[in-house]
């Protein structure tokens, strides 16, 4: 599989609406071993992104957390702007999990303004929807709002009735949780006339949400018929999350319940139960007690009721138990994992400076400079020597020179930030420092490094060097100087320079304009 099949093949595991977690995941981590073979770093991340939401997705919320940190990063310092906004689309959906709405709304928040002209038809609806789910958590339900009619207007305008579906479907049970039935059922209305206006067939999961409406709004004839739809849909085979049917089951049970049909409720229920015990579905076993509690109240059956009641307590205090401990596991491994991160950084950070002075090193000088000479024509770099350094170390010791060094240094960085933020100041070893000046011109560079120079020699270096004096001697080049904009060339014009400047008795600054080709002393 060349690159751009692979690219497709990832998209459709991104830009998929139903899920099949095991399946999905199975194929997420063959397309990871092809992009390795390939050597496409940006497949690479893509491919184990997609592993992270579907971890996500099966209930390994901590795997999801420790397999998304790296991905990120990666996105980041690559300027990967869609693989960015994917990201945070799922860290929304982790601390959504984990019940921080603050940074649920936040990631959801990123995830959008990262959307740009790369972003496919799928995330500019999807990752709408999310920042109104976020919202809804949050308790913005009008800001939650626009952005659902935000989503569904862009689904009919880009003729995706698929996503629309999904969109309502959202938005429907968004205002079912935050209360506000008679809204949940236009919503669910709507959904349904475009599922008959573009002969969709409703999903388990869609039925479900309208039927649970249904509920709410006291139409409970209507949401048993649904819901008996819905558990239809399901057995025939669509692919569905493991606590699916148990979730439909006991949805039925509360609309039979309604219904007065305690009979079918109670059997129901049952299959409810049993499935929760099969597949250790802890989280709906808790709502199956309540209600099992409740439809022994209804049918006066107090005793049972009672007893029920004591089973839903303790099961619920079990499973709040269970949350926090996974939350516990999620935050430890999210904050492990931030914690190497840091690490890392800052080994990258010291592996880029000098260990004395504290500027930056070769590498880092490699690294940047580049880059700076191909896109900055004003780019302005000057090779800084200590004069007569070896006097200092000779004569007063080499821990005194490791400390004129580092004032040097001070000073050096601290005069060039003065004059140009974006600059810096490497130390190429021993006495010698390269000062990179970006969008600074030559001949103005001079009279800056002229300044610096100054302020070097007027520096009370008494106290350190016992009356030792120390001056520096500055070789600049300019990139209009090079006839090739190349590291090595620009260097080797400043290090000519340089010389100039020693030769031509220390404690100064030359430049040569190439036109006239002659050098200049300041």
Known sequence: MDGERLSVALLELEDEINWDAAAMLERAVQLERLALALGDELLVARARLSQANLHMRAGDVAGAARRIWKVHQWAVEHDARQLTARTHLVWSNIHRLLGDAAQCLEHAVLSVELLDETATDHMRIWHRVKLGDALSLSGSMDAARLRYRQAAELSSRLGRPDLLLAVLNNFAYAEYAAGHHDRAQQVAGQLQDVAKTFGFDLD???????????????????AEKTLLSCIDQHN????DDADALAEYLLTLARAQHGLGAYGRAQRSLD??????????????????HQEQAELHATRGEFAEAYAAHKEFFAAYTQQHSLQREAQARTR??????????????????QARRDPLTGLRNRRYLNEQLPGLIATDPELTVAIVDLD???????????????????????????????????????????????????????????????????????????????????????????????AKATQPALLSIADRHLYAAKHGGRDRVVWSRSRRGRASAA
């Open 236 to 239: 025939d085979g669509s692919q």
């Open 332 to 349: 430890q491994v999210m904050f492990e994992t931030e914690e190497a991160r840091q690490e890392a950084e800052r080994f990258r950070e």
């Open 388 to 482: 007569h350094f070896k006097r200092i170390n000779d004569e007063l010791s080499h821990d005194v020179g490791d400390r004129v060094l580092v004032q040097a240094a001070k000073l050096l960085e601290t005069g060039l930030a003065a004059v140009t933020p974006r600059g810096f100041v490497v130390r190429l070893g021993g006495e010698e420092f390269l000062m990179v000046l970006p969008e600074t011109p030559a001949e103005l560079a001079v009279e800056q490094l002229d300044a610096i120079r100054r302020t070097i020699k007027g520096f009370s270096w008494e106290a350190l060097t016992a009356g030792v004096p120390v001056t520096v001697s500055i070789g600049v080049a300019g990139v209009a100087d090079a």
């Open 271 to 288: 299959a409810s139960r049993r499935l929760c015990l099969e597949r250790e579905l802890g989280h709906v076993l808790v709502r199956v």
């Open 204 to 222: 388990a999961s869609l039925l479900d949400t309208i039927g649970a409406i249904q509920i709410e709004n006291g139409q409970h004839a209507e």
